[in-house]
């Protein structure tokens, strides 16, 4: 079964999460049972009642579209198409994502820059970062995302982590911890290059239609203890 912990408190259980998103967000912790082990999943809430499902939906359930700009290598684009095909493929309930030509029909933009440009491009970007992302939010739904990943101090491996961690983020996942040193959610630099098995459920329980944004914590306890 899963158990479901809504804690402000997230920082006294050694999770980390990304002050700059937004410094007065709360976090949830669902500590979820997968073949025999305990694994701290994160969402966001932003008050003690209220569960907050958020998923970058712009209109309704239409699919999600996404722009590249900047320098991206071709091993750059292949990965990420390669990504946007697993996210349609495992993650049931996802309502779809495609690459557009223009960045103004995107609601999900990613730049492949000189770090040194990334704060151009994200305004709470944080120095030092090779990859950052930041959304933005109408009433409990993120309706649009950036992403920037550093192009100049990485190597073609650095930059699949972190399109993969930054878009889960940018997705609705915005949370690190340090649990288990294979999710790509992992608190702790790494070149890991696939989702784990947790990082998959996860995005499945957060696209899940029985989550619904604006239930009660104790709603949202019931639908994840039935999980």
């Not at 722009?67 to 290598?73: H, L, M, Q």
């Not at 961690?165 to 608190?187: N, Q």
Request: no cysteine; glycine share 8%.
């Amino acid at each position: 079964s899963i158990q479901v912990i809504f804690d402000p408190a997230v920082r006294q259980a050694g999770i980390g999460y990304a002050d700059a998103v937004d410094k007065h967000r709360y976090y949830v912790l669902i500590l979820a049972g997968l073949a025999g082990l305990g694994y701290f999943l994160q969402g966001t809430v932003r008050d003690s009642i209220t569960y907050r499902q958020l998923v970058i939906r712009p209109t309704g359930e239409e699919e999600i579209t996404l722009w590249v700009g900047g320098a991206p290598t071709r091993e750059d684009l292949n990965a990420l198409d390669a990504f946007l095909l697993e996210l349609e493929e495992k993650v049931s309930d996802f309502p779809g994502i495609r690459r557009v030509r223009l960045d103004t029909q995107a609601a999900v933009r990613v730049w492949y820059v000189p770090q040194y440009m990334m704060k151009f491009y994200l305004t709470e970007y944080v120095e030092g970062n090779w990859g950052f992302f930041q959304y933005d939010l109408t009433g409990q739904r993120i309706t649009s995302a950036r992403v920037a990943i550093a192009s100049d101090v990485t190597e073609p491996e650095d930059r699949i982590h972190l399109l993969k961690e930054e878009l889960v983020g940018a997705l609705g996942l915005p949370g690190d911890h340090l649990v288990y040193r294979d999710s790509i959610l992992y608190d702790r630099w790494t070149q890991t290059q696939e989702l784990s098995e947790v990082d998959w459920r996860m995005l499945n329980l957060l696209y899940s239609p029985s989550l619904r944004s604006g239930m009660t914590e104790q709603e949202a306890k019931a639908v994840l203890d039935s999980q």
